[in-house]
């Protein structure tokens, strides 16, 4: 079973940065595609970005495009998001994913982490 494990949530003010990083267990077939979800209060969760950690592609949901961005580190099985010009609406609990297909649909990933709490004060 391959562990994933967000770290670098936390209290940011609105228009600040934060980076999460999400390290896998094992890969790479396991973990040839890494992503983010995001879950808000009494809402469902979110596809926000993905990366396909051997040609690097990337897709990102249309509300965090040119602000956030997706990138890897493969000798260290770990993803990054890094998350600029931050807004209250991007508050959530946010979910490291990992599978063998590219896309934005939560299904398609095998692998989940506990999540990580990011909060945007106004």
């Known amino acids: 079973q391959v562990q994933l494990a967000e770290s670098g949530g936390g209290l940011v003010q609105a228009g600040g940065s934060l980076k999460l990083s999400c390290v896998a267990s094992e890969g790479p077939v396991k973990t040839y595609i890494m992503g983010w979800f995001r879950q808000a209060p009494g809402q469902e969760r979110e596809f926000v970005a993905t990366?396909?950690?051997?040609?690097?592609?990337?897709d990102y949901a249309e509300s965090v495009k040119g602000r956030f961005s997706i990138s890897k580190d493969n000798a260290k099985i770990t993803v990054y998001l890094q998350m600029d010009s931050l807004t209250t609406e991007d508050t959530a609990v946010y979910y490291c994913?990992?599978?063998?297909?590219?896309?934005?649909?939560?299904?398609?990933?095998?692998?989940w982490g506990q999540g990580i709490q990011v909060t945007v004060s106004s």
């Open positions: 990366i396909n950690r051997i040609t690097g592609k990337t």
């Open positions: 994913a990992a599978g063998r297909y590219f896309g934005q649909t939560e299904d398609i990933y095998t692998y």
